[in-house]
């Protein structure tokens, strides 16, 4: 929610690696982390303009070092915002701070920190029948940023059938990502409804009836809707429905999954885009508009319906599906495609956007112009707006938005925009028994865990540990000490198991814990959790995780029926 | 071994299939089919070709029974017995498992020369018993895949199947046992194979087993948590391929190499998955079927099968032959469990207590905490408001004590204990109570049976039946042994005559099975007499103490002074607004007071008037251990605990209850006539320790030595301490051994009073003083009037 401006003046490598803390003990010599500290003090120096909405809900103190680290600046950039002090004297205060301390936490702290977030849901049985193919989630998040820039949403679709959940990576704030993880399943819910629920809900809102409901939320109390702009999204949404009634054709009911999820993300962010342009009369709402079109958003989202799975993904959030073979191990199969430097087809598709002459400034440093990570986003006004656009907003936004060097910087190289779209790609898959579950999260997890990991471990948490391969000697040659050496660390992994009644939270004890053995660290841990809010994002990314589990009886009837 | 006691048991090979696997020992040729008939009809069909079947067999055959047919699903010996880690302790319990043990290890000594001689036994394997078939409640013969077979005799010896199978009969018999994986280590030789002389080692701390097995180790252990199996009766021929699972055996493992670290890089052969069946109280289950006459049945082994296989065998062929065992063998009869024990949620919870118990310290009065709360009492929930400890008899919860508001006990863990335990302030308050003022006890546990009949049978029967004489004016009580042709206490009642033609019968708990079918074994069945379990249908309270007249006269507006309602009396009266109670002037311990018995829907109406009356003369509830103090510093010896079907009425001074002369005969009158004659060869006394301190030494509890005139005489059966003696008292029989031949001689009372007694508790051995009636002055307790405070003028 909060914008603070003060991009970092060193591209770190956040992404590839980690400072070498953890190598050591925690009282690491402080000049490791000079270059970090100072950036973190620049943006608290420079980033005087934070302002904050919600500042109950998200913002413990006024000033909060923002390091969206998703933008590597420009150097030119860099330059530009140079602090006037000798930075030495910074240094020196930082030391104290930074004081060699021990962080220890206690196995229940440790515990309180990781489920503070963490939220179950199970789809109601009816009469004893679920007739669901998803059985329920887990999710959590784990915040590095203060405050935590990622987002997740989860509903049931009350008029047409399927369940929708997604995550969203905030960059640049948590504005954008928490705009869409509000708005974006109401866009995807109308898409998807037939004509004549349109037309009933528009004569409703015309003629002052009850509206139908048409989504169920299930949401963690930490999760919350913007109250102030709920009116606003309600008329966006409403010119929404009214121009598919008036588009509508009369043939056929028969609406495209697929079609309907890139309708509703193009849709969303063209409103994003357009409420920014206009601006709202309320000075709060006008400077909220513009904080959620500056930020940007990644989204991926899963649509289940029976047994139709359609993920919609926009960014470089992933899903991942867990399949059980038939000798009871575990493979993961990727239902999304990560939208950055390293998916040759994203390279090809800007490349071929824009002009030849731009071919080499249009990806620099694996980043979109050199700057941002994802190459497909809600949000991020910067890279679709034309200059002309961009300066004019701005120049008549509020005088926060004025003050603020960070949207007042244009970035380099731009020349043909749009550079960025909210297009997501769609991929369908039509699930099967042996399609456990679905894990939709963030890259802070997908970068800290190899995907097969992630889904063995979220399989053998799911199955209990009985359906681990059982050890068997079988022939080789094991001694009694290697043997118990096995068993002790089998063990360690099991007692991780038992301490998590949520999926989602035991993915992320072990993308925070695992050691170089693949087992949950408690040391490693309880370091990771008390790191300061500002050290956090060197180490690690704000984590989201959404655990859906399938109902492999009602995925077998469904495909029986068929054949 | 065990292949010895096969062979002196098999003489006719039913199969090529078996004459191989016993030379070779191998599967290979168990597939082939088999065709030999069965016998249309044997004396006796055994079910399962284990340790206990063969072993069976083999002792009916000693006895000299010769047609005998022994049934196996699958292949002989194919079960826990081929798996099981072979080791045959000697070192038991309970006394009668002891016994069992040390006659197996001489047994299997003395086989291989016995090996070749002809039995007469038949054996079949994979024949598999498809149930048993009965008329009128007698076994007449058995269905099997492969026919029928008529028998008389059936005995169960199917190990783990043999719950199943008792439930397939038509009438189902309840043989309450559960199998629990057991896991065993095999590893490849030491460098320096160890030698067979090698000890066995038994690590309680660490719950594991060790032996020497082809110069490597075999080693296993009962684990903490322990993997219950077959819980839904899963059935399969052969146990041979159950799965290892070493994440279950790590912290076995981990104990065996923090005992033995060198043993790290010994090399695995495997880890064999054997089940184990186990019992809902570790003792295991032999003898008849309460229901069907002929039905035996010996399983329930608690991982002790090899140890306990020619013993149980033996006691079993015994019975069959005898009527009864040459030994008590109770503790282990089927009749102790009813068809409560038999639900499978109960014996899956019940058996994972049980396996770790068997290498834990067994502490005295150890509860079970698993399956509990079965049968209560309508004042259960009042009771424990109030702060009752509960514990468990035959599934009925009975409060052990009251904890006062404001008092912490010890956890449950530290309470374990062999000395004084933390109980005993509470209990000496109880008793105190029950000594001046009145308490309440909830008893109604206890076994209530009536028997009616519509002319004179009742009383014909019983006294048939019971050694005391019963033709007693209606209202009186008697109290009477139920004796067997021994002489010996099947059971130990109180009998109320209720009208000229109904009697009301009170036993303990854990005679419900045991007494009901002794009486409809030996009730003829051609009569009108209706028997009839009461149990159920009455809560008792006990009132003890000399203001209970007070609170009861208060509450019945009757006279209840001694010349109306004397002791040993039974009347029904209203107490409060109820009517319809059966009032009996007795307590079961000797003090004054009276059993409540209360139809259970006035069962709180009474008990809430008995409190509130009670008020003024400081009543209390009070539980089993201050009752059990009171009836044993009195010498009121227990059935089950003191007494037992091979101990007399005249062995325990109880000439008193036995009407030799009642001009009817009894069963046992013959035994009970000629051992006056003849004179006993043990006698019930008890001993109040002289030396010991209770705060310090080590209590005594039940089983010590008895030594007179520094020879072992006998043990003791039960003790507690007597608050008002100040001194710890025991009950126990003295025998008379001869110096020279060890062999048993008339004990006299004479022999009795001129020792000198010690009682050895742990090795330590404590002056007693032996009595054969109980201290007199223990029945006139005046207070006297120095010893009165102010506080005893507190309510309670």
Aim: glycine share 6%; with cysteine.
């Amino acid at each position: 929610m909060c914008v603070c401006p003060g991009p970092r003046r060193i591209g770190i490598p956040v992404r590839s690696s980690s400072p070498p803390l953890f190598s050591d003990a925690m009282p690491a010599p402080t000049q490791l982390f000079f270059p970090l500290i100072r950036n973190c003090e620049l943006s608290r120096l420079y980033g005087t303009a934070c302002y904050c909405h919600h500042r109950h809900l998200c913002c413990p103190s006024s000033y909060v070092p923002q390091s969206h680290l998703r933008y590597a600046p420009h150097p030119a950039y860099a330059t530009f915002c140079r602090p006037k002090e000798n930075w030495w004297q910074y240094t020196q205060g930082r030391r104290y701070v930074s004081t060699p301390q021990k962080f220890h936490l206690t196995p229940p702290q440790v515990n309180s920190i990781l489920k503070a977030n963490e939220y179950s849901f199970k789809v109601p049985e009816f009469d004893g029948k679920n007739v669901s193919s998803v059985l329920g989630f887990d999710s959590n998040q784990l915040p590095a940023n203060a405050p935590i820039e990622d987002r997740r949403s989860a509903a049931t679709c009350l008029q047409t059938r399927g369940m929708l959940l997604g995550v969203f990576d905030g960059h640049a704030g948590c504005a954008c990502s928490q705009a869409v993880s509000e708005r974006l399943f109401y866009y995807i819910a109308v898409s998807l409804l037939p004509h004549e629920t349109l037309l009933e809900i528009e004569n409703a809102v015309e003629s002052g009836r009850a509206l139908l409901p048409i989504l169920q939320w299930h949401k963690h109390p930490n999760d919350y809707f913007s109250k102030e702009a709920s009116k606003l999204y309600f008329n966006s949404l409403r010119t929404y429905w009214q121009e598919l009634i008036d588009l509508n054709t009369g043939e056929s009911d028969d609406i495209d999954v697929k079609e309907a999820l890139i309708n509703a993300f193009k849709r969303l962010d063209n409103d994003i885009s357009l409420e920014a342009q206009v601006g709202d009369p309320n000075s709060f709402l006008n400077y909220l508009v513009l904080r959620v079109a500056f930020s940007g958003a990644t989204a991926c989202v899963a649509h289940v319906d029976g047994v139709n799975l359609h993920v919609a993904n926009t960014g470089d959030s992933r899903a991942m599906l867990g399949v059980q073979e038939e000798d009871g191990s575990w493979s993961a199969v990727t239902l999304s495609n990560d939208h950055n430097a390293q998916n040759e087809s994203e390279l090809e598709r800007l490349k071929l956007e824009h002009p030849k002459n731009e071919a080499k400034s249009v990806v620099k440093q694996d980043r979109l112009l050199g700057l941002l990570m994802p190459f497909r986003a809600f949000g991020d006004v910067k890279f679709k707006w034309s200059i002309d656009l961009q300066k004019r907003v701005i120049e008549s936004g509020p005088d926060q938005l004025n003050d603020n060097e960070y949207t007042k910087f244009i970035p380099p190289n731009y020349y043909t925009p749009p550079y960025l779209t909210a297009e997501p790609e769609v991929i369908y898959h039509r699930l099967r028994p042996q399609d456990k579950f679905l894990i939709l999260a963030t890259d802070g997890l997908w970068e800290t865990m190899h995907r097969q990991d992630v889904v063995r471990i979220v399989g053998e948490y799911l199955t209990g540990m009985h359906h681990q391969q059982p050890i068997a000697v079988g022939g080789y040659k094991v001694t009694l000490g290697q043997m118990h050496g096995l068993l002790t660390e089998r063990r360690a992994k099991m007692s991780s198991v038992f301490e998590d009644q949520n999926a989602a939270t035991h993915l992320i004890r072990h993308a925070v814990g695992n050691n170089e053995f693949g087992t949950v660290d408690h040391e490693r841990l309880s370091k990771m959790l008390s790191l300061p809010e500002e050290l956090a994002r060197m180490y690690r990314d704000d984590i989201t995780i959404i655990v859906v589990q399938f109902n492999s009886h009602v995925v077998g009837a469904y495909q029986n029926q068929e054949q | 071994m065990f292949y010895r006691l096969l062979s002196v048991v098999q003489r006719q090979r039913t199969s090529r299939g078996w004459q191989n696997w016993s030379s070779a020992r191998s599967s290979a040729s168990a597939a082939e089919a088999h065709s030999v008939a069965l016998p249309a009809q044997a004396q006796v069909v055994i079910c399962g070709g284990g340790i206990m079947g063969t072993s069976v067999a083999y002792h009916l055959s000693k006895l000299g029974w010769k047609d005998i047919v022994l049934l196996e699903q699958g292949r002989l010996a194919a079960g826990s017995t081929r798996f099981c880690a072979g080791i045959i302790s000697t070192a038991r319990h309970l006394s009668i498992e002891q016994k069992m043990a040390d006659y197996s290890n001489r047994l299997y000594q003395q086989l291989e020369q016995e090996t070749g001689i002809q039995t007469g036994v038949q054996i079949y394997d994979r024949t598999s018993v498809v149930h048993v078939m009965t008329k009128k409640g007698e076994v007449t013969g058995v269905e099997t895949d492969k026919g029928q077979i008529e028998c008389q005799y059936f005995v169960n010896c199917a190990g783990q199947w043999a719950y199943e199978l008792g439930l397939s009969n038509e009438e189902p018999i309840s043989i309450p046992l559960h199998a629990c994986e057991h896991f065993y280590l095999l590893t490849r030789p030491l460098e320096t194979p160890l030698q067979s002389n090698t000890p066995n080692i038994v690590d309680a701390d660490g719950r594991i087993y060790i032996r020497n097995w082809q110069g490597g180790i075999l080693s296993g252990g009962f684990e903490k948590t322990p993997k219950p199996i077959f819980t839904e009766g899963k059935n399969q021929l052969e146990i041979h391929n159950l799965q290892e699972d070493w994440d279950h055996f790590e912290p076995l493992l981990s104990s065996l190499l923090r005992r033995m670290p060198d043993l790290e890089t010994l090399e695995i052969v495997k880890l064999v998955n054997c089940p184990e069946t186990f019992t809902p109280d570790m003792r295991c289950i032999m003898g008849e079927s309460p229901l069907v006459k002929g039905y035996y049945v010996l399983a329930g082994m608690n991982s002790a099968g090899l140890s306990f296989g020619g013993g149980a065998g033996r006691y079993l062929a015994e019975w069959m032959v005898d009527g009864y065992p040459s030994e008590n063998v109770w503790e282990l009869d089927l009749k102790r469990f009813g068809a409560l024990q038999s639900s499978r949620t109960f014996l899956r919870h019940r058996v994972m207590e049980v396996m770790p118990l068997l290498y834990d310290l067994k502490v005295p009065r150890w509860d079970f905490q698993t399956g509990r709360q079965l049968r209560t009492s309508p004042l259960y929930d009042r009771l424990d408001a109030q702060g009752a400890r509960w514990m468990e008899k035959h599934g009925f919860e009975r409060p052990k004590y009251f904890v006062p508001p404001g008092k912490d006990l010890l956890a449950l863990e530290q309470s374990k204990t062999f000395y004084k335990p933390d109980w005993f302030d509470i209990v000496e308050s109880e008793v105190k109570c029950c000594k001046e003022a009145v308490c309440v006890i909830d008893m109604s546990s206890f076994t209530k049976f009536e028997i009616t009949s519509t002319g004179d049978q009742a009383l014909e029967t019983l006294q048939y039946l019971f050694s005391n004489d019963l033709d007693v004016p209606v209202g009186h009580i008697v109290h009477t042994g139920m004796l067997n042709e021994g002489g010996g206490y099947e059971n130990d009642c109180s009998i109320a005559r209720l009208n000229k033609r109904s009697f009301f019968m009170i036993s303990p708990t854990d005679q419900q099975v045991h007494c009901w079918a002794w009486l409809k074994k030996h009730m003829r069945l051609d009569s009108d007499l209706i028997l009839e379990d009461v149990t159920w249908k009455y809560t008792a309270l006990n009132l003890i103490g000399p203001r209970a007249v007070d609170v009861l006269s208060e509450l019945s507006y009757a006279p209840i002074t001694p010349d109306h309602f004397p002791s040993l009396f039974c009347k029904e009266m209203s107490v409060g607004y109820a009517n319809g109670i059966r009032v009996m002037s007795m307590t079961h311990t000797g003090e004054p007071g009276f059993m409540l018995y209360i139809p259970i829907e006035y069962a709180l109406h009474v008990y809430n008037e008995v409190m509130s009356v009670g008020q003024k003369y400081g009543i209390r509830n009070a539980g089993y251990y201050a009752l059990r103090s009171l009836r044993i510093e009195k010498f009121f010896a227990f059935w089950g605990q003191d007494l037992n079907t091979l101990t007399t009425p005249l062995e325990c001074g109880r000439e008193s209850r036995v009407k030799l002369d009642k001009g009817v005969d009894f069963i046992g009158r013959e035994a009970l006539l000629q051992q006056r004659q003849n004179g006993v060869y043990k006698r019930l006394a008890m001993f109040v320790l002289d030396d010991h301190d209770t705060d310090l030494d080590l209590w005594p509890w039940w089983g010590e030595p008895i030594y007179r005139n520094g020879l072992y005489a006998g043990k003791t059966t039960s003790s507690a301490y007597s608050y008002t003696l100040e001194r710890h008292v025991c009950l126990g029989f003295v025998h008379h051994f001869s110096e020279n031949t060890g062999e048993e001689q008339v004990v006299t009372a004479d022999f009795v009073n001129r020792g000198e007694y010690e009682i050895d508790i742990a090795g330590q051995r404590f002056q007693a003083k032996a009595r054969l009636y109980p201290v007199a002055s223990l029945y006139t307790h005046k207070r006297r009037k120095e010893d009165v405070e102010l506080s005893d003028l507190h309510g309670k």
